[in-house]
């Protein structure tokens, strides 16, 4: 994933086949987050607090429905995902690569999450754990690549 | 993991012992951010410039101090405002949460 042109609005990529391949598979795995995993408080001391938890989960469950809506889009547009001779040439708009970075996240922290939530890589990779281990390694590298682009093009 | 420390004073938080009123003025809301092992330090960093839209040496200070110390509270707001910037955070899949100011 070759970061082509970073401007004040946009962001442009080229990717291989097997780049394209591998983005495309990471991101139908969204969303990699347990539901209600995210907790409003520690202490649990706020007024209200199981309502307001109920309805952080709610807001939650939200918008991950909207951006698995938004990674369907995204994966059947032409113009931002667009196949020319050499691969693919992804396009994305700032709020667009914004977004993709929580989605790519998601499933970074997700699988790790599912993994056990390590302190270390696994001493060991089992056919029950390699493809949580997969997806955290390759969509933290996407991420990477994202992340230089937004804080390298501004 | 960093170990969880007391809090310290961070740039751009004013602490205050005075006592607070019995009624009438709404209690302050922390908003902490915790270490975990899996987000990158420069993934934590953009996000904190993103939802504070704060500068970039304030976002690393806060980082490092997660980093560092197992936490940083990054504001003290009302009850509304801390929810809203708990989801915001919890939305880029930040260990974020929000407790009553003693």
Redesign the interface.
Known sequence: MKLVQATKTGIVFRLGQREKHSLVQILKLYPC?PPAH??????G???DAEE?QQL?NE??AE?RADNKKQVQTLLADSRRFAITETGTRLSLTRADA?WL??VL??I???S?VNLG????KPAELTPANARHFLA?EMA?YF??QL?ES??GGT | ?AATATPQIEPGIVQTTEDKPESGLEPG?LV?C?N?????M??VT?VFQ?VFRWPRKKAEFHMLQVHEQGRSVLTRES?EKA?HY??QL????LHA????DA
Not at chain 1, 38 to 43: D, F, I
Not at chain 1, 117 to 120: I, K, L
Not at chain 2, 90 to 93: G, S, V
Not at chain 2, 97 to 100: I, L, N, S
Request: proline content about 5%.
């Open positions: 987050m995210h907790r409003l408080s520690k202490s001391r706020l007024p307001n952080l807001a939650l918008q914004e970075l929580q996240n998601d970074r922290v997700g790790w939530s390590p302190e270390d955290m933290g991420q990477t992340l937004l804080e | 993991m809301y902490i915790w975990d092992p899996v987000n990158f420069d993934y953009h993103a009850m929810e708990v989801h919890q939305k880029y899949t949460t929000m407790e009553r």
